[in-house]
């Protein structure tokens, strides 16, 4: 029974890891630049400081006056091998898969002046199932208030953080792809991925002088009939009461090929686990956090990236605790996260990333593992080459490839380093090593 909840959970955390791949060439003819003015390494979804306006401006900006095609395709796929054999997906072997990853359209660009986004529908061919994927649609204005340009948009999209311009915030964080074969800790914050898709939003942002951001935003759940109609199983994520707000300030400075970002942000929500409804209590949660960015872009030749997140959650699991699966009515996780990059004339690159989870112990909610908490931590490293990011790639500048090799390092998993699931399996044992093969047309 504990193998196959630690199965069951880790693959739920690592199909919203999948779902942040993200390039979209449409974007690029209708723009009439490379993907590498708008993505670090020329692929997505790394933004450049061009690429966050592009997309603060409500993916409105065109050259010229033709029609551009807005559709867009991407494919994933990939080897893993694991350190042990893991327990094996259905169709797949314990160790050694090659897997088409995932495969997603897009309807993405501009419609007027004011008005873009890009909607995503992607076929997940680990779980070999469709589902709708990101969603951000906008609409903006620039203005002129007290003498400073502000530009006012409104987003309705469906996952906390995918309309950010940062790649800060989880929705669009490193390693920007991974493989549902490869076990990965079973928990997360709710701002790291737990609404993904099963949610709607609308948020109104004001972007003061290129240099102050702010954010204010409301999501909700919608039906259980819409979200299996999209492909989203309502009790895997659980469904809000009421609206949940979402908070997001943030500072951005440039120093010619220098930008800065600090930031804040925050999620406040009311949660019935499991989509559960029938006590008359809810699990509330509240996620506050800090981020920082840092970019070197003005070398043709070498770019810098650094990334940084930290998370503080607190869960009061009142609805949790009366159905029997939460032991403390009080419980508290804190995530912190930070990567770095380095692209060589942005087609060779290497990335590393660390990660750290901490939080109370709880005998319900971490019953599969032997400590009863959640702690885990490790590194990702990465190394890649973006042959077509540049001017001259092929269909006239709409197809882009990226290749690369993935380590993932567990030095904690799941509540501990060695034995941590009380029959013998060690953190050491999910360290994975992945190539995979990333195409965008």
Same mark, same amino acid.
């Given at each position: $029974? %504990?193998?196959?909840? %630690?199965?069951?959970?880790?693959?739920?955390? $690592?199909?919203?890891?999948?779902?942040?791949? #993200?390039?979209?060439?449409?974007?690029? $003819?209708?723009?009439?630049?490379?993907?590498?003015?708008?993505?670090?390494?020329?692929?997505?979804?790394?933004?450049?400081?061009?690429?966050?306006?592009?997309?603060?401006?409500?993916?409105?900006? %065109?050259?010229?006056?033709?029609?551009?095609?807005? +559709?867009?395709?991407?494919?994933?796929?990939?080897?893993?091998?694991?350190?042990?054999?893991?327990?094996?997906?259905?169709?797949?072997?314990?160790?050694?898969?090659?897997?088409?990853?995932?495969?997603?359209?897009?309807?993405?660009?501009?419609?007027?002046?004011?008005?873009?986004?890009?909607?995503?529908?992607?076929?997940?061919?680990?779980?070999?199932?469709?589902?709708?994927?990101?969603?951000?649609?906008?609409?903006?204005?620039?203005?002129?208030?007290?003498?400073?340009?502000?530009?006012?948009?409104?987003?309705?999209?469906?996952?906390?953080?995918?309309?950010?311009?940062?790649?800060?915030?989880?929705?669009?964080? &490193?390693?920007?792809?991974?493989?549902?074969?490869?076990?990965?800790?079973?928990?997360?914050?709710?701002?790291?991925?737990?609404?993904?898709?099963?949610?709607?939003?609308?948020?109104?942002?004001?972007?003061?002088?290129?240099?102050?951001?702010?954010?204010?935003?409301?999501?909700?759940?919608?039906?259980?009939?819409?979200?299996?109609?999209?492909?989203?199983?309502?009790?895997?994520?659980?469904?809000?009461?009421?609206?949940?707000?979402? +908070? %997001?300030?943030?500072?951005?400075?440039?120093?010619?090929?220098?930008?800065?970002?600090?930031?804040?942000?925050?999620?406040?929500?009311?949660?019935?686990?499991?989509?559960? @409804?029938? +006590?008359?209590? @809810?699990?509330?949660?509240?996620?506050?956090?800090?981020?920082?960015?840092?970019?070197? @872009?003005?070398?043709? +030749? #070498?770019?810098?990236?650094?990334?940084?997140?930290?998370?503080?959650?607190?869960?009061?699991?009142?609805?949790?605790?009366?159905?029997?699966?939460?032991?403390?009515?009080?419980?508290?996780?804190?995530?912190?996260?930070?990567?770095?990059?380095?692209?060589?004339?942005?087609?060779?690159?290497?990335?590393?990333?660390?990660?750290?989870?901490?939080?109370?112990?709880?005998?319900?909610?971490?019953?599969? #593992?032997?400590?009863?908490?959640?702690?885990?931590?490790?590194?990702?490293?990465?190394?890649?080459?973006?042959?077509?990011?540049?001017?001259?790639?092929?269909?006239?500048?709409?197809?882009?490839?990226?290749?690369?090799?993935?380590?993932?390092? &567990?030095?904690?998993?799941?509540?501990?380093?060695?034995?941590?699931?009380?029959?013998?399996?060690?953190?050491?044992? #999910?360290?994975?090593?992945?190539?995979?093969?990333?195409?965008?047309?």
């Amino acid at each position: $029974m %504990r193998i196959c909840l %630690r199965l069951v959970l880790s693959a739920a955390i $690592m199909v919203l890891g999948i779902s942040r791949a #993200n390039a979209i060439p449409a974007f690029a $003819m209708q723009t009439g630049v490379p993907c590498v003015s708008c993505h670090i390494g020329g692929f997505g979804p790394q933004l450049t400081p061009f690429g966050r306006q592009f997309k603060l401006d409500g993916y409105t900006m %065109r050259a010229g006056t033709g029609f551009t095609a807005p +559709v867009s395709a991407m494919a994933i796929a990939s080897y893993l091998h694991t350190a042990t054999g893991q327990p094996p997906a259905p169709g797949f072997s314990a160790n050694d898969n090659v897997a088409l990853d995932q495969a997603s359209l897009f309807l993405a660009g501009r419609v007027s002046d004011n008005f873009g986004g890009f909607s995503q529908w992607t076929y997940d061919g680990i779980g070999r199932a469709y589902a709708w994927d990101n969603l951000d649609l906008r609409a903006v204005s620039h203005q002129t208030i007290a003498g400073s340009d502000v530009l006012l948009g409104l987003s309705l999209n469906n996952s906390p953080g995918v309309q950010d311009s940062w790649n800060t915030l989880a929705a669009w964080s &490193y390693p920007y792809t991974s493989s549902g074969l490869a076990l990965a800790p079973a928990t997360g914050t709710l701002m790291d991925g737990a609404l993904a898709q099963s949610v709607l939003g609308v948020s109104g942002y004001a972007y003061w002088n290129s240099s102050i951001y702010t954010e204010f935003g409301l999501y909700w759940s919608p039906s259980h009939g819409f979200l299996r109609a999209v492909g989203v199983d309502p009790a895997a994520s659980g469904v809000l009461d009421g609206v949940a707000p979402y +908070v %997001r300030v943030a500072y951005q400075k440039d120093y010619g090929a220098q930008n800065f970002e600090v930031g804040a942000f925050g999620l406040f929500a009311d949660l019935h686990p499991g989509a559960d @409804t029938t +006590v008359a209590a @809810t699990d509330h949660y509240t996620d506050l956090g800090l981020d920082a960015s840092y970019q070197f @872009t003005g070398d043709p +030749v #070498n770019s810098f990236t650094v990334n940084a997140r930290y998370t503080h959650e607190n869960q009061n699991l009142a609805a949790s605790s009366l159905l029997g699966t939460a032991a403390s009515p009080q419980n508290q996780l804190d995530d912190l996260r930070i990567d770095a990059s380095y692209y060589w004339r942005n087609m060779v690159g290497g990335s590393v990333g660390a990660f750290d989870t901490l939080g109370s112990a709880d005998a319900l909610v971490y019953g599969a #593992n032997r400590t009863f908490k959640p702690d885990s931590s490790g590194f990702v490293l990465q190394a890649d080459y973006t042959p077509f990011g540049g001017t001259g790639a092929p269909l006239g500048g709409r197809f882009n490839m990226r290749i690369g090799a993935q380590y993932f390092i &567990y030095t904690r998993f799941n509540g501990a380093s060695s034995n941590f699931d009380g029959i013998g399996h060690n953190a050491s044992d #999910n360290n994975a090593f992945r190539l995979f093969t990333w195409f965008a047309l």
